[in-house]
């Protein structure tokens, strides 16, 4: 039976946090609804009656790992195949920049926007990093013979700008790493033709804690550096072993059925109005803020909303809010404050975010 599309109503009033404050902070975590809660509950209750063990119970879990690697595919225009499941996008980042193989020899260009998540990867990386502006221009200016991948977000978490990711990957012909942290889940994405692409469960998606994936577009082409069990078919006593197709071979771990199921349960959640929604609120939100504060968020349908308060500290600022039920975040040494803007972002949220200011 088809499911009957939620109005915004219906849709909000599964999250109980949204009846307490006005929830602006999905860039770091997002909300957590009843349905995926359950869904969690629901899966430790099943393994404190029946146990973690017996084929049946193993076949669900693999089952369970397709199913949202399928889900989490459909949802970056991806194939299933290429799919990773990951504890984050510092874990994807990490995947990648171990298994491509670089050397002193080899350089990487990034922007000088990335958060740690993909700059600690590229910190421990042998090949020389050059670092420019976050601008298209700039950041293929700085593509040389040299080159061997470009390192960016999609969605910078500074200022919430949007890269033209694939017309980067398009005009350099260098293979691109995509931190999908701020976009995965908050703007239509489109991996296709993307090298590597980052996601993360629990920021837009509203999954649980420490879930993510990796979408590798070609996995022949990455090294397997830290195996897990998912990397092979079959091994030998002397650790060799037989890698399994696909990027289901750079998955570093197990996840609790706990996890797949809530996150199974949240994008099940997601309507189908959701992109839309949060794209038209970040609008409003810009607009209001404008006569209050320096916004510097491009208007780029993005649905992070940062600006420059007038007159008191960014972190100071964050304080006062959250006294009066408004969560949002400070940028560290940028003078930012950071308003994340979800499909479930209410215009009486922004009333509150307005009046606190």
Same mark, same amino acid.
Request: proline share 3%.
């Given at each position: 039976m088809r499911r009957m599309t939620p109005t915004f109503e219906e849709a909000r009033a599964a999250f109980p946090v949204l009846e307490?404050?006005?929830?602006?902070?999905?860039?770091?975590?997002?909300?957590?609804?009843?349905?995926?809660?359950? +869904?969690?509950?629901?899966?430790?209750?099943?393994?404190?009656?029946?146990?973690?063990?017996?084929?049946?119970? @193993?076949?669900?879990? @693999? +089952?369970?790992?397709?199913?949202?690697?399928?889900?989490?595919?459909?949802?970056?225009?991806?194939?299933?195949?290429?799919?990773?499941?990951?504890?984050?996008?510092?874990?994807?980042?990490?995947?990648?920049?171990?298994?491509?193989? !670089?050397?002193?020899?080899?350089?990487?260009?990034?922007?000088?926007?990335?958060? @740690?998540?993909? !700059?600690?990867?590229?910190?421990?990386?042998?090949?020389?990093?050059?670092?420019?502006?976050?601008?298209?221009?700039?950041?293929?200016a700085a593509v040389t013979r040299r080159t061997r991948l470009i390192a960016t977000s999609q969605v910078l978490w500074t200022t919430g700008a949007v890269l033209p990711v694939r017309e980067l990957r398009e005009r350099s012909g260098v293979p691109i790493l995509v931190d999908g942290a701020q976009s995965a889940g908050a703007i239509p994405v489109d991996a296709a033709g993307l090298d590597f692409f980052t996601i993360s469960g629990q920021k837009w998606l509203c999954g649980p804690d420490a879930t993510g994936a990796l979408v590798v577009s070609d996995p022949d082409r990455l090294r397997v550096t830290a195996p897990s069990y998912f990397s092979q078919l079959s091994y030998e006593p002397d650790g060799s072993f037989e890698l399994r197709d696909g990027a289901v071979r750079f998955e570093p771990g197990w996840w609790p059925p706990s996890s797949l199921g809530g996150l199974l349960a949240a994008l099940d959640q997601r309507p189908e109005w959701a992109f839309g929604r949060a794209a038209e609120t970040a609008d409003r939100l810009r607009e209001r803020l404008r006569r209050l504060a320096d916004v510097v968020t491009p208007a780029e349908r993005s649905t992070i909303v940062s600006f420059r308060p007038k007159g008191i500290e960014p972190a100071a600022l964050v304080e006062r809010l959250l006294a009066a039920g408004v969560v949002v975040r400070d940028v560290p040494g940028r003078g930012l404050v950071r308003a994340s803007v979800g499909w479930w972002t209410s215009d009486e949220d922004i009333d509150r975010l307005v009046a606190g200011l």
């Open positions: 307490e404050v006005a929830y602006l902070n999905a860039g770091t975590f997002g909300p957590l609804s009843r349905g995926t809660t359950d +869904a969690m509950r629901e899966a430790i209750d099943r393994d404190l009656r029946h146990g973690r063990c017996g084929a049946s119970f @193993f076949q669900s879990m @693999f +089952a369970l790992r397709q199913d949202v690697r399928s889900r989490l595919a459909e949802l970056v225009g991806a194939v299933a195949d290429t799919i990773a499941l990951t504890t984050s996008t510092t874990d994807g980042c990490n995947l990648v920049l171990a298994g491509l193989g !670089l050397d002193a020899g080899d350089e990487i260009v990034t922007t000088a926007d990335e958060h @740690f998540g993909l !700059l600690g990867a590229l910190g421990v990386s042998p090949a020389q990093v050059v670092v420019v502006d976050p601008d298209p221009d700039r950041i293929l």
